[in-house]
C-alpha cells in the first residue's frame, strides 16, 4: 500500500464508525421472551444413537451405532441408512470405529 492511502484508509474507517448506530441493549432474559417450548420430535421414543464413525476420506459414508437397534451405515450423507444387524435379533452397540 502507497504511504499517502494510509491516511485515507484510515479517516474512512473512522468515519465508517461514526455512522454505525448502536442497536438498543437487551437483556438477556428479554431475547428468550418469543421463544415458546414446542414438540419438534417424534411423538414416541425412538432408538437412541451412543456413537458415529465417519469415514474421513468420504465423510458421506458414517456408521451410527444405537443403543437399541444396532449399527446402520450410510452412503449418502445421512439421507438413507441400511442396518447391518437387521437378522442378529436385539443387540445394542456402546461404540463403534472405522479403520481408516
Known amino acids: 500500500m ?3 492511502l494510509r491516511p485515507l484508509l484510515a479517516l474512512v474507517c473512522v468515519a465508517g464508525l461514526a455512522v454505525v448506530t448502536p442497536l438498543r441493549a437487551q ?6 421472551d418469543s421463544l415458546h ?7 414416541t421414543m425412538s ?4 456413537d458415529l464413525a465417519v469415514y474421513e476420506a468420504n465423510p458421506a ?7 437399541h437397534s444396532g449399527l446402520w451405515k450410510t452412503t449418502s450423507g445421512g439421507a438413507l441408512f441400511e442396518p447391518l ?3 442378529e435379533g436385539l443387540i445394542a452397540l456402546g461404540d463403534v470405529a472405522i479403520s481408516q
Not at 437483556?27 to 428468550?32: G, M, T, V
Not at 417450548?37 to 417424534?42: H, K, L
Not at 459414508?61 to 443403543?67: N, P, S, V
Open 2 to 4: 502507497k504511504p499517502s
Open 37 to 43: 417450548f414446542r414438540s419438534i420430535g417424534p411423538a
Open 85 to 87: 444387524f437387521q437378522n
Open 61 to 67: 459414508i458414517y456408521y451410527a451405532a444405537t443403543a
Open 27 to 32: 437483556s438477556i432474559a428479554e431475547e428468550f
Open 47 to 50: 432408538g437412541r444413537v451412543s
